[in-house]
């Protein structure tokens, strides 16, 4: 059986033994135990219905509660499954009220004391980069199995591989034997079950799909198809994109038969996988992991491949043209000295190509070959090429590519690179290729890249602070988050938008786009209050 696993998220306990922090737990040394998936902080009457399971709660006490409301609040956060609350002390009074313990107590949540000299932002950073680092160091895991896998293909590494997947996502593993019986890895499951999960993985196999969920009772079941009979992973909480990717890309592995020519390819998709979860928000994009996924390569370029962005100029949707300049920059790169292996991450109906220890200088001309031999539904499409730089700043490298594919408006040229641009022709570009709404189809395009929620995150943010005309306090004040976290949202808003907060005119195109709706998302997602109000408070 493989080694038990660290834990993806800190606990109570992680917190109080961190020296730096300085917490006390005061109420519920028996159950500090809790993960803490995040951390939230907020001065409201009820702030409830903005947490989910896990989150640590960071409060002064600025409202008056009476004992009863103090009980009802505590009860409420039990309901949501809070995992704690942090009491600062040293700001409206010197030590935790005696009411606040005993609600405490009463409904069984930690309470921990946080002394004045303890920032609260600082208690968020230490949980983001221990479940940075936990995520990282579980990717470079699962990178590491599947080179073994891809090397010496076997039944003994088979085995190991869906153990090893069980102990990383705290679930059970079942599959079909030589012999037609089923097989399990990790968590024991009982007889009902199994025989339950059997019967899925039957359906899956005649449906000839690649993957499923269902949903068993309380149970959560991902099941992916191999070459031989499919895999099923259960536990009581549902997969994140990030963990789906990881089962599909442990399953292309099960295959006993196939030769290791094939690793290659298998171990790029699952860093492909991974690249494409930090690019669109949906997984941290820490500088440490683009470098563990760009490996031995310290700098890397990075090309956008999309429709032309001339509206004058129709172009069609091609699913297979990312696919098609990967393959056609690896077979390029595959005639010379050394080997180059592209990492493409679909965004959309748009494509990023991740290129490794490739300058751009190199690339243009490649990526320009590709596209003036195009004759069919590429032939409209544009690419944009970044500057060549450390792997760590990846995502001003893709910001900068999907500037040069604006630039290709203004130039007779199928693909521009971003040092041929200046900055106030990217920004012209961007105002032109929207016509009769400045800048507004640009900017709702960006967001439509992003992941649904960040996209949502990024829309609250800067409502709430053009709204206060750029007071950063009264902002977060009125999103009930810290200060610091809204101006990490605010700059990660500015990167991906491409846009400046300090410049008189950006602000003010984005407090009209935000106000009159035109940034609202599509219809069927969250939308604002009102026209462009604020749909719900952002998570410290």
């Not at 992680?14 to 040394?29: F, M, N, Q, S």
């Not at 310290?298 to 091609?318: A, F, I, N, Q």
């Not at 709404?437 to 960006?446: I, S, Y």
């Not at 609202?520 to 939308?527: E, F, I, K, L, N």
């Amino acid at each position: 059986m493989p080694a038990p696993r660290p834990a993806p998220y800190p606990t109570l306990a992680d917190l109080t033994r961190a020296k730096e922090l300085a917490l006390t737990c005061v109420v519920g040394h028996d159950w500090l135990s809790r993960s803490v998936t995040w951390v939230h902080v907020a001065e409201v009457t009820d702030p409830s219905p903005w947490l989910t399971r896990g989150v640590l709660l960071l409060t002064t006490g600025l409202i008056e509660r009476t004992p009863e409301s103090l009980d009802e609040l505590f009860r409420r956060l039990r309901e949501h499954g809070v995992a704690g609350v942090g009491f600062g002390v040293g700001l409206t009074v010197e030590e935790i009220p005696q009411e606040w313990r005993s609600a405490a107590v009463k409904h069984q949540l930690p309470l921990l004391r946080v002394p004045l000299t303890t920032p609260y932002i600082a208690i968020a950073e230490h949980v983001s980069a221990r479940i940075a680092e936990a995520q990282m160091s579980q990717v470079q895991r699962l990178l590491d199995l599947q080179q073994r896998l891809a090397a010496a293909p076997g039944p003994g590494l088979r085995t190991e591989a869906l153990e090893t997947l069980a102990a990383e996502l705290e679930a059970t593993v079942v599959w079909r034997d030589a012999a037609g019986d089923p097989a399990s890895a990790g968590r024991v499951l009982g007889d009902g079950e199994m025989r339950a999960i059997s019967g899925e993985l039957s359906r899956h196999a005649a449906s000839g799909r690649r993957s499923t969920s269902v949903s068993l009772g309380a149970r959560f079941v991902h099941i992916a198809s191999t070459a031989g009979a499919p895999i099923a992973v259960t536990r009581m909480r549902r997969y994140s994109p990030l963990e789906q990717g990881m089962i599909g890309s442990i399953a292309f592995f099960i295959d006993d038969s196939r030769t290791s020519s094939r690793g290659d390819v298998t171990a790029t998709s699952f860093r492909e996988r991974v690249l494409t979860e930090a690019l669109t928000g949906r997984l941290e994009g820490d500088a440490r992991l683009f470098e563990l996924l760009l490996g031995s390569s310290t700098r890397c370029t990075v090309v956008h491949l999309g429709p032309s962005p001339d509206p004058g100029l129709p172009s069609m949707k091609e699913p297979a043209a990312g696919l098609l300049l990967k393959a056609h920059l690896a077979n390029a790169w595959n005639q010379a000295e050394f080997t180059v292996v592209p990492l493409l991450c679909a965004v959309g109906s748009e494509f990023i190509i991740v290129i490794p220890g490739a300058d751009h200088q190199e690339v243009q001309p490649l990526v320009t070959q590709f596209l003036a031999n195009e004759t069919g539904n590429l032939a409209s499409w544009r690419a944009g090429i970044s500057r060549t730089a450390p792997a760590s700043g990846l995502l001003d490298l893709r910001a900068e590519a999907a500037r040069a594919h604006l630039g290709t408006r203004e130039r007779d040229v199928v693909a521009v690179s971003y040092a041929e641009l200046s900055r106030r022709e990217a920004w012209s570009a961007s105002i032109d290729a929207s016509r009769t709404v400045p800048v507004f189809a640009e900017w709702r395009r960006r967001l439509e890249m992003l992941d649904p929620a960040l996209a949502e995150r990024t829309r609250v943010a800067l409502h709430a602070y053009l709204a206060a005309n750029g007071a950063i306090e009264r902002a977060a004040a009125q999103l009930a988050v810290h200060r610091q976290t809204l101006r990490s949202h605010l700059h990660a808003a500015e990167r991906d938008l491409d846009v400046r907060l300090d410049a008189p005119t950006e602000r003010a195109l984005l407090w009209l786009a935000l106000d009159s709706g035109a940034l609202a998302p599509a219809t069927g997602s969250p939308r604002s209050r009102g026209s462009a109000g604020v749909a719900a408070p952002l998570e410290d």
